[in-house]
């Protein structure tokens, strides 16, 4: 698709007068020679403006209208000549809004050839970028201006996380920071979805939307393993006793204002970019933003750009890495995810570092905590998982380790002594319909209530017709619930 001629907001006489503010003063000059580029102008101007920025560029100079109209034969008038006061606040807030517009212009009338090229991660990137054309306004920190409250901030809890782990949060200095990347890594079967299962689940009681996608483990499977950390049942004893269990975990999502959705995203496949659109759907369809995200995991997904060659383990880990980082980042959300370690860690019994990572140093590079899995046999019949933090930035624990309870019957991990979630389990099934009985409403719409609750048990054992639900209503038509 070319580009046509039509009347553009930034029409070729404005651009003259930004061209006249940009050559009439250095300072100005230098403050947004960054973000301007000879393709945003029209092409009557492209190649006066080409002069400009080559010529300052290697002289260190802005030539003068003089030498301007001679090279290119286009006449720019300074803002003196023309008897005009120089408002800079005005001309720097709007050679921000030309570039970005002019960008993202740009993008639109490359879009079709882009997708018909099947480049649409091309898209995405340049969107991203367009976004964040901008003057630097933020000069960062003045080191010797009042350390005290800089100190402070860095352990002011508020803007930790807690893992739901007294014992991890410890070592990190309060759990985990906004926008990090936090990766568990482990070999195959070692635990790192039910460290992120567990990881979710605490996170939801604390009262957190969190947004769970599986890359790996299907929906129903990660439900019901969560369903027996709730209980503290095995999974046979769960499917044995589906109408308490059932009503359990309705009582416990009345404890939280938390949310967990799981989502299965194809594997092999799946890019930040779909976790993205994912989330904005989310968002959209629910009114609710996601505070956490848990990718299960790294090693499955893909990098935006189908250019790269995700042969190479390092590149493809790098891309991913980095973009899962910019993504927590750019949403403001906490997380984590897991990641492998590679056949020399097999022999190791635990003294792992960083070379034990599958695919290199790439993602260790980029991610904030790394904790490596240690479970060996003897240590999971005792019930206990062993963490080796294999890089921190906010705390001094590399090379630390630290314990965490383990039951296998449920696969709930919790602090050594702690017996785990912190909303506590009714005795018996009489306690748990007495409680249900004095959380109901006493308005008319108490029918409609149970009608909820059983619709909310549908949606546990994701069926709408299923013989569990068919026994509930019966029981709630002879009065037994």
Same mark, same amino acid.
Request: charged share 30%.
């Given at each position: 698709m070319?580009?046509?001629?039509f009347?553009?907001?930034y029409n070729?006489?404005?651009?003259?007068?930004?061209?006249?503010?940009?050559?009439?003063?250095?300072?100005?000059?230098i /403050?947004?020679?960054?973000i301007?580029?000879d393709t945003?102008?029209?092409d009557?101007?492209?190649?006066?403006?080409r002069?400009? *920025?080559g010529h300052?560029d290697?002289?260190?100079?802005?030539?003068?209208?003089?030498?301007?109209?001679?090279?290119?034969g286009?006449?720019?008038?300074t803002?003196t000549?023309m008897?005009?006061p120089?408002d $800079?606040?005005?001309f720097?807030?709007e050679i921000t809004?030309?570039? /970005?517009?002019?960008e993202?212009?740009?993008?639109i009338f490359?879009?079709?050839?882009?997708?018909?090229?099947?480049e649409?991660?091309?898209?995405?990137?340049?969107?991203?970028?367009a976004?964040m054309?901008?003057?630097?306004?933020d000069l960062?920190?003045?080191y010797f201006?009042?350390?005290?409250?800089?100190?402070?901030?860095m352990?002011?809890?508020?803007?930790?996380?807690?893992?739901?782990?007294?014992?991890?949060d410890?070592?990190l200095?309060?759990?985990f920071?906004?926008?990090g990347?936090?990766?568990f890594?482990?070999g195959s079967? !070692?635990?790192?979805?039910?460290f992120l299962? &567990?990881l979710?689940?605490n996170?939801?009681l604390?009262?957190?939307?969190?947004?769970?996608f599986?890359?790996?483990?299907?929906?129903e499977?990660v439900a019901?393993?969560?369903?027996s950390?709730i209980?503290?049942?095995?999974?046979?004893?769960?499917?044995?006793?589906?109408?308490?269990s059932?009503l359990e975990?309705?009582m416990?999502?009345k404890?939280?204002t938390?949310?967990l959705?799981?989502?299965?995203?194809?594997?092999?496949?799946?890019t930040?970019g779909?976790?993205?659109a994912? *989330?904005?759907?989310?968002q959209i369809?629910?009114g609710?933003?996601?505070d956490?995200?848990v990718i299960?995991?790294?090693?499955l997904?893909l990098p &935006? &750009?189908?250019?790269?060659?995700? !042969?190479?383990?390092f590149?493809?880990?790098? +891309?991913?890495?980095?973009?899962?980082?910019?993504?927590?980042?750019?949403?403001?959300?906490f997380?984590?995810?897991?990641?492998?370690?590679?056949r020399q860690?097999i022999?190791?019994?635990g003294?792992?570092d960083?070379?034990?990572i599958a695919?290199?140093i790439?993602k260790?590079?980029t991610?904030?905590?790394v904790m490596?899995?240690?479970a060996p046999?003897?240590?999971? $019949?005792?019930?206990e998982?062993?963490?080796? +933090?294999?890089?921190t930035?906010t705390?001094?624990a590399?090379?630390? /380790?630290?314990?965490l309870?383990y039951?296998?019957?449920?696969?709930?991990?919790?602090d050594?002594?702690?017996?785990?979630?912190?909303? $506590?389990?009714?005795s018996?099934?009489e306690e748990?319909?007495?409680?249900y009985?004095?959380n109901?409403?006493?308005?008319?719409?108490?029918?409609d209530?149970e009608?909820?609750?059983?619709?909310?048990?549908?949606?546990?054992?994701?069926? !709408?017709d299923?013989d569990? *639900?068919?026994?509930?209503?019966?029981? /709630?038509?002879?009065?037994?619930?």
């Amino acid at each position: 698709m070319k580009k046509n001629e039509f009347d553009s907001v930034y029409n070729i006489e404005v651009q003259r007068i930004l061209l006249s503010f940009l050559i009439e003063d250095v300072d100005v000059f230098i /403050r947004c020679r960054n973000i301007i580029k000879d393709t945003y102008f029209d092409d009557q101007l492209r190649r006066t403006v080409r002069f400009i *920025l080559g010529h300052a560029d290697e002289h260190k100079a802005i030539p003068n209208p003089a030498l301007i109209q001679a090279k290119t034969g286009i006449e720019v008038q300074t803002l003196t000549q023309m008897n005009q006061p120089m408002d $800079e606040d005005w001309f720097l807030e709007e050679i921000t809004k030309f570039c /970005r517009y002019k960008e993202f212009e740009s993008i639109i009338f490359d879009s079709y050839d882009l997708l018909q090229k099947g480049e649409e991660a091309n898209i995405e990137t340049r969107v991203r970028e367009a976004m964040m054309i901008s003057l630097v306004s933020d000069l960062g920190t003045n080191y010797f201006e009042n350390p005290k409250q800089r100190m402070e901030n860095m352990l002011d809890k508020s803007r930790m996380v807690s893992t739901g782990w007294e014992t991890l949060d410890h070592k990190l200095y309060g759990g985990f920071l906004r926008g990090g990347l936090n990766v568990f890594c482990g070999g195959s079967g !070692s635990g790192k979805s039910l460290f992120l299962q &567990n990881l979710a689940l605490n996170w939801t009681l604390a009262g957190h939307v969190v947004v769970y996608f599986s890359l790996e483990l299907s929906e129903e499977l990660v439900a019901n393993r969560i369903d027996s950390m709730i209980t503290k049942k095995s999974t046979k004893e769960v499917f044995r006793s589906i109408d308490d269990s059932s009503l359990e975990i309705i009582m416990k999502s009345k404890k939280t204002t938390g949310r967990l959705t799981i989502k299965k995203m194809p594997e092999g496949s799946t890019t930040t970019g779909d976790l993205r659109a994912y *989330l904005k759907e989310f968002q959209i369809r629910t009114g609710l933003k996601p505070d956490c995200i848990v990718i299960d995991y790294l090693d499955l997904m893909l990098p &935006n &750009n189908a250019k790269i060659d995700v !042969s190479s383990l390092f590149v493809k880990d790098k +891309f991913v890495s980095e973009e899962i980082r910019a993504f927590m980042y750019e949403t403001k959300t906490f997380g984590a995810t897991a990641s492998q370690l590679n056949r020399q860690s097999i022999d190791k019994a635990g003294e792992y570092d960083q070379s034990h990572i599958a695919g290199g140093i790439s993602k260790i590079n980029t991610a904030d905590n790394v904790m490596a899995i240690y479970a060996p046999a003897n240590l999971l $019949e005792k019930g206990e998982y062993v963490l080796l +933090f294999l890089k921190t930035r906010t705390a001094a624990a590399v090379g630390h /380790r630290i314990s965490l309870k383990y039951d296998p019957n449920c696969m709930l991990i919790t602090d050594m002594g702690a017996s785990g979630l912190d909303i $506590e389990k009714p005795s018996s099934r009489e306690e748990l319909k007495e409680e249900y009985k004095n959380n109901k409403t006493t308005n008319n719409d108490v029918k409609d209530e149970e009608d909820t609750a059983l619709n909310l048990v549908g949606n546990v054992l994701s069926t !709408s017709d299923s013989d569990v *639900l068919q026994r509930l209503r019966q029981k /709630r038509e002879n009065g037994g619930l």
